[in-house]
């Protein structure tokens, strides 16, 4: 009945910029403005500090007014922040959220004030008000993890056995199941035929999970996988969904007394292109992929949303049918992700312009002050 009340008042976003662009007399014109509100979950991962900046200025060029915060990876500040946004009168929210289930009562009073909702890289779930999801081709960044694994350890001509470990992403997260389904699948052939063996038998999400995406969880879920499986065993690769957990993973591996870049060090995949990982790649020393994922183009999909509703018309979308956030299919624009190695990322980063040389020799630890002592 409520959630009937609310669409019967505001529509979707589309029907609400439909009947703006159309409406006759004597019904309600208010012009929309712009005014946006950009929820960012953290600064401890490179790419929301890089992104949040971007949407900023983006929206500001458009004549936007706009407000940018970060809930330092609490989703109770984060709903704080975002109905501070909505009691200052944003028009937009464009979140990207912390824990995908906790902002449903938040989303609700936006809506109540006809706020249109996008939500950003993460989907947000459990609710009706999101209009739209802007992201990546989540499943595909797992598939080119683990085909970078089938790759370096040549599974076409070698029998193995090799042993694989696997990492996926913060529960709370909704992207961490497409991440690590993409990847499962893509290996769940060599796991039957035996060319790869994870001896942990630790293959489901939520045992293989890292809280809050961080390096240190991740150090020493790997340092117990290495004490409990390894003491005799080599291990050839961990699956690793985010460059912070596999730093976390290489410094986990280094005290267990193995030398990053020689033989025996297992190839480690990553996402988010950071620049200390990116200088890692670079110079041999432990991480060997990640997956590119240009933030500027996804900041750009989100801002263009804003503009395009403003101005009257429906965003574009490219995907209707993935994304179900468990009350509908949310319309989604996804962008496609790039696997970097030592052979690339040149090219797709320093050529694009989207990271410095100056920025990947002078990289430090993002997550420094999660490990105890802080890395660096
Ligand atoms: C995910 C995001 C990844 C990575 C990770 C940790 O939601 O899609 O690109 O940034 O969070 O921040």
Request: charged share 25%.
């Amino acid at each position: 009945m409520y959630l009937s009340r609310r669409r019967l008042l505001y529509g979707t976003a589309g029907v609400a910029a439909t009947s703006l662009a159309g409406c006759s007399a004597g019904e309600e014109t208010t012009e929309l403005t712009g005014f946006t509100g950009i929820s960012m979950p953290t600064k401890t991962s490179e790419r929301w500090d890089i992104e949040g900046a971007a949407l900023e200025k983006q929206l500001t060029d458009f004549g936007y007014q706009a407000i940018l915060e970060y809930g330092d990876d609490d989703p109770e500040k984060q709903v704080e922040q975002i109905q501070g946004m909505v009691d200052q009168g944003v028009e937009f929210l464009i979140i990207a959220a912390i824990d995908n289930r906790s902002l449903g009562e938040v989303l609700a009073s936006a809506k109540d004030n006809g706020v249109y909702i996008i939500s950003y890289d993460r989907l947000i779930l459990d609710t009706p008000d999101v209009d739209y999801y802007a992201s990546f081709d989540n499943y595909q960044v797992g598939v080119l993890q683990a085909e970078h694994i089938l790759q370096r350890l040549n599974v076409e001509e070698e029998s193995g056995p090799f042993n694989v470990e696997l990492f996926s992403g913060a529960s709370d997260d909704s992207n961490s199941q497409y991440f690590f389904q993409g990847g499962l699948d893509t290996l769940e052939r060599y796991t039957y035929d035996g060319t790869i063996r994870i001896l942990s038998g630790q293959t489901e999400q939520g045992e293989t999970s890292t809280e809050r995406w961080s390096g240190a969880v991740a150090m020493e879920r790997m340092t117990g996988l290495m004490e409990d499986y390894y003491e005799d065993e080599r291990l050839d690769a961990v699956l690793c969904p985010y460059d912070g957990i596999s730093r976390g993973v290489i410094y986990a591996l280094e005290d267990w007394g193995l030398t990053p870049g020689s033989d025996d060090f297992p190839v480690i995949t990553g996402q988010d292109a950071e620049a200390l990982s990116i200088q890692l790649i670079r110079d041999g020393e432990g991480q060997t992929q990640t997956v590119f994922k240009d933030t500027r183009d996804l900041a750009g999909v989100a801002s263009g949303m804003v503009k395009t509703i403003v101005g009257g018309s429906e965003p574009e979308v490219n995907d209707l049918g993935t994304y179900d956030n468990g009350f509908k299919f949310v319309p989604a624009f996804l962008l496609e992700p790039v696997s970097i190695d030592e052979s690339n990322w040149q090219e797709e980063l320093v050529d694009s312009e989207y990271l410095t040389e100056e920025e990947i020799d002078d990289a430090v630890e993002p997550q420094a002050e999660e490990y105890d002592p802080p890395r660096n």
